[in-house]
């Protein structure tokens, strides 16, 4: 989890990436994305629920998904489908949008469920000239690989 110094910093660089597309992360988006920001593993759409009544005692499944869906499409968070749940963008704010404009892949451990983003070209190429090959068009290419994070590995 990003100490509190760190978390802002990412919540003014999205306000500023949004601005920048002509959007707005309004109160309840910045809050969600700072949830998921607080999260050490993935989490889902309804912890994140759980833990925004906390503060919005009204708030209904709709309101968390939309914050969501706004927050996926600006890039500033990613879905693990593996778990069903959502991670911070580790590049978030620096010019990409949904299209996932940098390449991705994830780490999740199978122990603790801590998940890491990673950026590495080679296998986005290796996908992209593997899909070629077979004739396919690739619009989205999303990797999860599970294993064994450093920390449960050494245990």
Known sequence: MPDAAARERALKEAE??????????TPLRRQVLDLVLQSEAPVGAYALLDRLKAD??????PTVYRALDFLLEHGLIHKVERLNAFIGCADAGHGHAHDHGHPHQFLICGTCG?????????????????ARRAGFVLAVATVEIEGKCARCAAA
Do not use: K, M, N
Request: net charge neutral; hydrophobic share 45%.
């Open 16 to 25: 500023q990436a949004c601005l920048r597309r002509g959007a707005q992360l």
């Open 56 to 61: 919005r005692p009204g708030a209904a499944p």
């Open 114 to 130: 801590a998940t890491a983003e990673i950026a590495d070209h080679a296998v986005s190429h290796a996908i992209e000239s593997a």
